[in-house]
Structure formats: C-alpha cells, structure tokens
C-alpha cells in the first residue's frame, strides 16, 4: 500500500457499523494496537525501515493527505466505525485528531519508544478548548455590537432569490434590510423582521443545497435528498444567525 496516495472510496455505512469488525469489505481495527498490525500488514520492511529513520513530524507530514486520508476514509473515522467510536470513548472526535494519534503512535511503535497515548489525547483536548473559548469569546464580542431595534443588512448566505435581486446588490442599488426585535446570547441568534428584501420573493433565509443532515437511523451525516428552499418576504420575521446580517 502506497505511503503517498490515498486510494479507496469512502463507502457507506451499515447498520451495524459501530461494531461491525468490517465495512463493505474493508476491515475496521478495534483499537491502536490493531491499526499497528493492520499497517505492518501493508508495508515491507523497507517502508518501514523508511518510515523508522524519519522524524516523527517528518512522517505524519509527509502521509497526512495520502495514507492519513486512506485511513480517514476507508477506516470510517468521518462517518462512524467501530475505530472511531475507540476515538470518541477517549474524548477524541474529529478524524484529523484520530489519524494523527494513529501516525505518531505507529512512528514511536516501529522506533521502541513510548507511545504517551494520554499525552496525546490531552494535547488535542486542550487544542479544542483553546480553540473553542477563542471561538466563543470571537462570537460574543461580535454578537454584542447588534441591538434591539438595530437596522441590519442582509448578507445573502443562501444565494440570491431572483437575478434582479443579485443585480441590485451587485450594483449596491439595493440590499436587504431588517430590524432586529429580539436576540438570544445562548444561540447567538437574531429575530428579525424583514423591511425591504430588494425583491417580490423577499429573502431565502434557508437553502439545504450541500448542506449535511444528520440521519438517526443510520447514525450518519448525509447530504439532504431533497432541495428545501425558504423564503422571507417583507413584513415577516424569523430567527437568524447573526452573521446572516451585517450592522451599519
């Protein structure tokens, strides 16, 4: 198996995938130690000796986008699998994290050194939640320049209801206006009520086009069967994310 390219397609998932010891003919490792004997059964001595003399970073460098994707993909760790779900049992969620405890950890196997696999875990952890307290305090500081009664301006994150309506933005002869009534912190949502949408249609306020739909029965996320759009015409109101407006 090629350390550089990525092959295989991402498949679908089975009922039973969360425990399942393959998916669509691809065998799913149960924990570290099996993606070990999993990748030693893909690589000659050579690779590995190749792999052995590398740096750690070197490595997880160089097969992040090729071999790292295989595994993302055809081990299921984006759409759930019984090795994802040994990620998430850790505190572990987003697959990049997962592929690169499975790197780092195969490096220091080949090498004989410990593999601090706690160490790693709370490095990620506490990535997130760096990232996550910036994020939110990014949030709220934005979100506390709108008030009650502001005049907003449309930004159209859902497209454009007619080509008149993009022609008027484009040409900034008219761009859609709202006011706020009311707004909920916890969500970081605006209620607002639509005063000019620049259009007969009003506004779409709501376009599942390549939008991911979490389906319950099959515990996956998957792209909506069917296009939904919604409109908003002058006079109504709806809650929006408050970037869905900009302030004056």
Not at 101 to 128: A, G
Not at 201 to 210: A, E, H
Not at 221 to 234: E, F, M, R, S, V
Request: proline residues 1%; neutral net charge.
């Amino acid at each position: 198996m090629s350390l550089f390219v990525g092959y295989g397609q991402k498949t679908n998932q089975e009922s039973d995938q969360f425990t399942a010891d393959s998916i669509k003919g691809v065998y799913i490792p149960k924990d570290l130690e099996d993606c070990f004997r999993q990748i030693d059964s893909f690589w000659n001595d050579s690779t590995k000796q190749m792999v052995k003399d590398w740096s750690e970073a070197e490595f997880s460098g160089k097969v992040h986008m090729g071999f790292g994707m295989w595994m993302r993909n055809n081990w299921q760790l984006w759409g759930g699998s019984r090795l994802s779900k040994y990620f998430n049992d850790k505190g572990i969620y987003h697959p990049d994290d997962m592929s690169g405890i499975i790197l780092n950890s195969y490096h220091r196997h080949l090498n004989n050194f410990e593999i601090k696999l706690e160490e790693q875990i709370q490095f990620y952890k506490d990535y997130w939640e760096k990232s996550n307290q910036a994020e939110f305090e990014r949030k709220t500081s934005e979100f506390n320049e709108y008030a009650i009664g502001d005049t907003v301006l449309f930004t159209y994150p859902y497209g454009f209801s007619t080509s008149k309506q993009e022609t008027k933005y484009d040409n900034d002869k008219c761009i859609a206006k709202g006011k706020i009534l009311e707004k909920d912190s916890s969500k970081f949502i605006l209620k607002v009520l639509l005063i000019d949408g620049c259009s007969h249609k009003g506004i779409i306020y709501y376009n599942d086009k390549g939008k991911l739909i979490f389906d319950k029965e099959s515990q996956t996320w998957q792209h909506a069967k069917k296009k939904t759009i919604k409109y908003l015409k002058n006079g109504g109101e709806t809650w929006f994310y408050y970037d869905n407006w900009a302030t004056n």
